[in-house]
């Protein structure tokens, strides 16, 4: 049997790969271990709308998920900066 520590789970499906590095620096900042996957995808796929399925995930360990949670919260709670290149 697999040990529960060691399993990943998906914390969340980000918008865009610049939202994906930007939540998993956080994460990393927070001394957890998570990693993006599918980063690729959305290119690789070409004319395939971004959605659900080509969309960036990142992951977490299962034991570090309720933390992983509170430092996703208050990542999306905070104001960004806009994408278009406004200061």
Request: hydrophobic fraction near 45%; glycine fraction near 6%.
């Amino acid at each position: 049997m697999a040990d529960t520590n060691d399993s990943v789970v998906v914390l969340y499906r980000a918008n865009n790969l610049f939202e994906a590095q930007a939540i998993l620096s956080a994460l990393e900042d927070a001394g957890l271990t998570a990693r993006l996957e599918g980063e690729f995808l959305g290119t690789a796929l070409g004319d395939i709308p971004f959605g659900s399925s080509t969309a960036p995930r990142i992951v977490v360990r299962n034991d570090q998920l309720a933390q992983a949670q509170e430092i996703l919260k208050d990542f999306l709670s905070l104001p960004h900066q806009s994408s278009d290149g406004d200061l």
